[in-house]
């Protein structure tokens, strides 16, 4: 049996500069960090015939066409992956809470299965066919930060480049800078789920049609993550979070549904009464996770804790996509 762990990842700045149809005109840039809530796919040869698939729901079939998970007949077949097999997958974070989920899910098995066929693979590698599954061949709305981060792990500064290339580096920041960033995020469960489909499809499509308040609003996002990257690197900490509110206040005006009455009645709470200095929705579904910067973590619990949402614990991830069993 080999099994992979894939972080998911919060999205600290520049968020949707990453789809193809802003990238290509525009050139885009992303600062993502992977943190240490998880994707874990694993991979064994079935004493049965044909595919055995364990994630949400149970599949068994006999044939890769028979398959309804899309991500899995397109991996299985692109790879020639033929049975018996059986493939088991399970997360520490639902689906549709923004983390990046299926991206990580995406990276993590075509990882697996490269361990499977005793293949070794980087993470440029890793993230570049994910891509192309996904974004290519499947034609899905989707940007490339998720498949980038969930493979090399870290907090990623990602460049996308007019001619479909990407830069990836690592953002250069203290040890103790790094810790103080850490101890500064708080993160709180919404309690919805949902797909981002539609939300990225608006985006695309105004951004193909020049729509003049979308592209701004995606300069602007691109600019902030710039800041977002000197600040950080240069330890202001609290600067960051004052970032994360102009980010706030921008992301709600770029397209429907990105936030709620209740998300925004939240997000005023935690900033009146439980000292955030920002914050904002993680992913583009509108609902999952709340992330905010604070300098007084009891505070903005206790306020959060108050109105009946969960925080969830996180720290970073330095790991990427790996291998942790090979038996």
Not at 56 to 71: D, K, N, Y
Not at 241 to 262: F, P, V, Y
Not at 298 to 324: A, K, N, Q, W
Request: include cysteine.
């Amino acid at each position: 049996m080999f099994i992979t762990r894939t972080p998911l990842r919060i999205s600290i700045g520049g968020g949707g500069t990453d789809l193809p149809s802003y990238y290509r005109e525009f050139g885009g840039f992303v600062l993502s960090a992977a943190i240490n809530k998880y994707s874990y796919v694993s991979v064994n040869k079935a004493f049965l015939p044909g595919y055995i698939l364990k994630y949400s729901e149970m599949e068994r079939v006999q044939t890769r066409a028979e398959i309804r998970h899309r991500l899995i007949r397109e991996v299985l077949n692109v790879y020639d992956i033929r049975g018996p097999i059986e493939i088991v997958s399970i997360a520490d974070v639902p689906a549709g809470t923004g983390l990046g989920s299926s991206g990580a899910f995406l990276v993590g098995l075509i990882h697996v299965l490269h361990a499977f066929n005793r293949n070794p693979v980087g993470p440029e590698a890793l993230a570049q066919e994910a891509i192309e599954i996904e974004m290519t061949r499947l034609q899905e709305p989707v940007g490339k930060q998720d498949q980038y981060i969930a493979a090399y792990g870290g907090i990623l500064c990602q460049e996308y480049r007019q001619d479909d290339t990407v830069a990836v580096y690592s953002l250069k920041m203290s040890e103790s800078s790094i810790q103080d960033l850490r101890d500064s995020l708080m993160m709180f469960y919404v309690g919805t789920t949902r797909s981002a489909s539609s939300i990225l499809i608006d985006q695309k499509e105004k951004s193909e049609q020049h729509n003049r308040k979308m592209l701004e609003g995606l300069h602007f996002i691109k600019q902030l993550g710039l800041e977002i990257r000197s600040v950080l690197e240069a330890g202001e900490i609290s600067r960051f979070g004052e970032l994360m509110h102009e980010h706030w206040l921008h992301k709600r005006c770029r397209s429907k549904g990105m936030s709620s009455d209740s998300i925004d009645q939240l997000y005023e709470l935690a900033r009146s009464k439980g000292g955030a200095t920002g914050g904002k929705l993680v992913g583009a579904g509108g609902s999952g996770f709340l992330l905010f910067q604070t300098n007084d973590r009891p505070r903005l619990r206790r306020v959060m804790c108050e109105t009946g949402i969960e925080e969830m614990d996180f720290t970073f991830d330095f790991d990427g996509s790996i291998v942790i069993s090979r038996n």
